[in-house]
């Protein structure tokens, strides 16, 4: 019984510290910037295009969310495209959001076009945002 | 032939029972694998990047639900008991225990590995960063650690050299280890965090776990307990170093305890009461008394021993499923080896049968080990049953059921033709150390008994 006491009191001790950690109740730790990051860096500016006009493709809902793009149409060409939502369900959305994002603009202005390669190991996130990119293209074309 | 003189009980082998509890736990297995189907499983393992993420989500779903049936497995709830016996329900917690841990290290390998891989981190430092980030992945890691002390324990090299009070409270973490690591599928799982059903379905079966093992392990035990106010009314010395336990109670026949059963005791003396010990009853249970008979092994067998008259008694069971329910035909051999003569003594007392239609062949090493000899030759003498007695040390150099002088005679299928008329219509029911009862089963086969004949229950500690 004195050892059922200690090993239960250590038992009750070991949980107490496990649940003052704050992810312990469902919370997340915010993902550290990196360095050059420090200073808050301005959303990409929707780039001023004289006569540019902007189409919001459709919301594109999959397990982890939902995705929707804004694109702005300088004439025919794609001069930016602006995330209006994004994967939000779980931790590790959030992680491949940072990463595969700002990469799928970066193809896409240079491709000028939805036809781009996915962010390998986050293909739902890629996905949804080229088939978002995609009804904006094609909503641009039968205006 | 016999004359219809008694009804025989129906057997009662628990062939429905097994067959709906099989079925219900195989339904929750598939219920996670429809889960994971539902979310694009196949493609997403085929997909570029995300394959390793996907299967660690499969293995992570399986195996969490098997640490659920494995607690259910040990739950103690009634009808589980009565459809599958605990011995059998120990080797199925044992075989998904060690399943669900291997597909537990398998999911946290492919989940580090995955993410790792999509976001071009080390695999060291994005475990690190699963572990301190992400919710409840603390707990989880936690839980992991937990699990992974339970199994090494378990591993049989390893839990030959622990002593089983030790062993079974360090096993008790388990729960713990299980309940910590699910907080972290519920919150970073897409299945349940997007589909609040399948977070309903989740909570429902684990809050019913949870609620079988208060019941059942805790409140019925208690309950009962209580109900019959069990005490120590008298230890009685028996021989070298078997005791009998004499058990005063009141409304024992509610207890609905039967011969060849046996219940975990815990005697309320000072210091060490809280070891549970599951002994055989060794008489058919009375509406006022009930009776163990144990061999005192260790320091805790002297304890027992011990244990002044008017001690108070905490009981958990009755469980087991060595009883008359068992039976299949009007003629019964029973088995018995050194102190599984318990369940046996019991048996004969309480089975149905008319005049030589039991046999009990009683081993011992020697003369003086046979215990209860007196009582079982006058319980013989009055229903008519023959009892042969088999005193003597072991062949040397082969496991053989037969004492050494009978093992040069005969070989062990032929001593059992010898001794048993009409052998092979009898249901035997085997009770010893689990070397003997492996030979004496091998020799019963042999004499032509057919496997559904021979009943016994093995306890592997």
Same mark, same amino acid.
């Given at each position: 019984?004195?050892?059922?006491?200690?090993?239960?009191?250590?038992?009750?001790?070991?949980?107490?510290?496990?649940?003052?950690?704050?992810?312990?109740?469902?919370?997340?730790?915010?993902?550290?910037?990196?360095?050059?990051?420090?200073?808050?860096?301005?959303? &990409?500016?929707?780039?001023?295009?004289?006569?540019?006009?902007?189409?919001?493709?459709?919301?594109?809902?999959?397990?982890?969310?939902?995705?929707?793009?804004?694109?702005?149409?300088?004439?025919?060409?794609?001069?930016?495209?602006?995330?209006?939502?994004?994967?939000? =369900?779980?931790?590790?959305? $959030?992680?491949?959001?940072?990463?595969?994002?700002?990469?799928?603009?970066?193809?896409?202005? *240079?491709?000028?076009?939805?036809?781009?390669?996915?962010?390998?190991?986050?293909?739902?996130?890629? #996905?949804?945002?080229?088939?978002?990119? *995609?009804?904006?293209?094609?909503?641009?074309?039968?205006? | 032939?016999?004359?219809?003189?008694?009804?025989?009980?129906?057997?009662?082998?628990?062939?429905?029972?097994?067959?709906?509890?099989?079925?219900?736990? @195989?339904?929750?297995?598939?219920?996670?694998?429809?889960?994971?189907?539902?979310?694009?499983?196949?493609?997403?393992?085929?997909?570029?990047?995300?394959?390793?993420?996907?299967?660690?989500?499969?293995?992570?779903? =399986?195996?969490?639900?098997?640490?659920?049936?494995?607690?259910?497995?040990?739950?103690?709830?009634?009808?589980?008991?009565?459809?599958?016996? *605990?011995?059998?329900?120990?080797?199925?917690? #044992?075989?998904?225990?060690?399943?669900?841990?291997?597909?537990?290290?398998?999911?946290?390998?492919?989940?580090?590995?995955?993410? +790792?891989?999509?976001?071009?981190?080390?695999?060291?430092?994005? %475990?690190?960063? $699963?572990?301190?980030?992400?919710?409840?992945?603390?707990?989880?890691?936690?839980?992991?650690?937990?699990?992974?002390?339970?199994?090494?324990?378990?591993?049989?090299?390893?839990?030959?050299?622990?002593?089983?009070?030790?062993?079974?409270? $360090?096993?008790?973490?388990?729960?713990?280890?299980?309940?910590?690591?699910?907080?972290?599928? %519920?919150?970073?799982?897409?299945?349940?965090?997007?589909?609040?059903? +399948?977070?309903?379905?989740?909570?429902?079966?684990?809050?019913? +776990?949870?609620?079988?093992?208060?019941?059942?392990?805790?409140?019925?035990?208690?309950?009962?307990?209580?109900?019959?106010?069990?005490?120590?009314?008298?230890?009685?010395?028996?021989?070298?170093?078997?005791?009998?336990?004499?058990?005063?109670?009141?409304?024992?026949?509610?207890?609905?305890?039967?011969?060849?059963?046996?219940?975990?005791?815990?005697?309320?003396?000072? #210091?060490?009461?809280?070891?549970?010990?599951?002994?055989?009853?060794?008489?058919?249970?009375?509406?006022?008394?009930?009776?163990?008979?144990?061999?005192?092994?260790?320091?805790?067998?002297?304890?027992?021993?011990?244990?002044?008259?008017?001690?108070?008694?905490?009981?958990?069971? &009755?469980?087991?499923?060595?009883?008359?329910?068992?039976?299949?035909?009007?003629?019964?051999?029973?088995?018995?080896?050194?102190?599984?003569?318990?369940?046996?003594?019991?048996?004969?007392?309480?089975?149905?049968?008319?005049?030589?239609?039991?046999?009990?062949?009683?081993?011992?090493?020697?003369?003086?080990?046979?215990?209860?000899?007196?009582?079982?030759?006058?319980?013989?003498?009055?229903?008519?049953?023959?009892?042969?007695? %088999?005193?003597?040390?072991?062949?040397?150099?082969?496991?053989?059921? $037969?004492?050494?002088?009978?093992?040069?005679?005969?070989?062990?299928?032929?001593?059992?033709?010898?001794?048993? &008329?009409?052998?092979?219509?009898?249901?035997?029911?085997? @009770?010893?150390?689990?070397?003997?009862?492996?030979?004496?089963?091998?020799?019963?086969?042999?004499?032509?008994?057919?496997?559904?004949?021979?009943?016994?229950?093995?306890?592997?500690?």
């Amino acid at each position: 019984m004195r050892k059922i006491t200690f090993f239960l009191l250590a038992t009750i001790a070991g949980l107490v510290g496990l649940f003052s950690y704050r992810t312990s109740f469902g919370e997340a730790v915010p993902q550290a910037r990196p360095a050059e990051a420090a200073t808050p860096s301005p959303a &990409p500016p929707p780039t001023l295009v004289a006569g540019g006009r902007t189409v919001d493709g459709d919301a594109i809902f999959t397990e982890y969310g939902t995705v929707q793009v804004r694109v702005t149409f300088a004439g025919e060409r794609i001069a930016d495209v602006a995330v209006l939502q994004k994967h939000t =369900v779980h931790e590790h959305s $959030l992680v491949l959001n940072e990463l595969a994002l700002p990469q799928l603009r970066e193809q896409v202005l *240079q491709a000028q076009s939805a036809e781009v390669d996915t962010v390998s190991g986050a293909t739902a996130t890629s #996905r949804a945002y080229l088939d978002s990119l *995609q009804s904006a293209i094609d909503r641009a074309h039968t205006r | 032939m016999t004359p219809d003189r008694f009804p025989l009980p129906r057997p009662r082998d628990g062939v429905l029972g097994r067959a709906v509890t099989a079925a219900l736990a @195989c339904a929750t297995v598939l219920v996670v694998a429809a889960l994971w189907l539902s979310d694009g499983g196949p493609a997403a393992l085929r997909a570029d990047g995300t394959g390793l993420v996907t299967a660690a989500r499969l293995t992570g779903l =399986v195996a969490a639900d098997m640490l659920l049936l494995q607690v259910l497995a040990m739950a103690r709830v009634p009808w589980v008991e009565r459809a599958w016996g *605990q011995d059998r329900l120990a080797r199925i917690h #044992r075989l998904l225990g060690f399943t669900s841990f291997w597909l537990m290290a398998a999911h946290v390998v492919l989940v580090v590995a995955g993410y +790792a891989a999509s976001t071009d981190t080390g695999v060291l430092a994005q %475990l690190a960063d $699963l572990v301190v980030r992400y919710p409840g992945m603390l707990l989880a890691a936690a839980g992991t650690m937990l699990l992974a002390l339970v199994v090494a324990l378990s591993v049989r090299a390893a839990r030959r050299r622990v002593r089983y009070e030790n062993w079974h409270l $360090l096993h008790l973490y388990a729960y713990l280890g299980v309940a910590l690591a699910l907080p972290h599928q %519920l919150w970073n799982g897409a299945h349940f965090v997007t589909s609040p059903a +399948a977070c309903a379905y989740w909570w429902t079966l684990w809050g019913g +776990a949870a609620a079988a093992l208060g019941v059942f392990r805790i409140g019925r035990p208690l309950w009962l307990s209580r109900r019959h106010r069990l005490t120590v009314g008298e230890v009685r010395h028996e021989a070298s170093d078997v005791y009998s336990v004499y058990l005063p109670g009141r409304r024992l026949d509610r207890l609905a305890a039967r011969p060849g059963q046996f219940l975990t005791w815990r005697l309320r003396t000072g #210091r060490g009461w809280s070891r549970a010990h599951p002994f055989s009853l060794s008489e058919a249970p009375r509406a006022d008394r009930l009776r163990f008979t144990f061999r005192a092994a260790g320091d805790d067998g002297a304890r027992l021993a011990g244990a002044a008259p008017g001690t108070a008694v905490l009981i958990e069971g &009755p469980f087991g499923t060595l009883t008359e329910g068992r039976r299949r035909g009007e003629r019964v051999l029973l088995m018995a080896a050194g102190i599984g003569i318990t369940p046996m003594r019991a048996l004969l007392e309480g089975m149905r049968y008319a005049d030589s239609e039991l046999t009990l062949i009683y081993r011992a090493r020697s003369a003086e080990e046979l215990v209860l000899r007196d009582e079982i030759d006058a319980i013989a003498a009055e229903r008519g049953a023959q009892v042969i007695y %088999l005193p003597g040390p072991p062949p040397p150099g082969r496991i053989s059921w $037969l004492t050494a002088e009978l093992a040069e005679r005969y070989a062990d299928h032929e001593a059992l033709t010898h001794l048993v &008329p009409e052998l092979s219509g009898r249901d035997v029911f085997l @009770c010893g150390p689990p070397p003997w009862m492996a030979a004496a089963r091998a020799a019963l086969r042999l004499a032509g008994v057919p496997a559904r004949q021979i009943h016994d229950e093995r306890f592997g500690w």
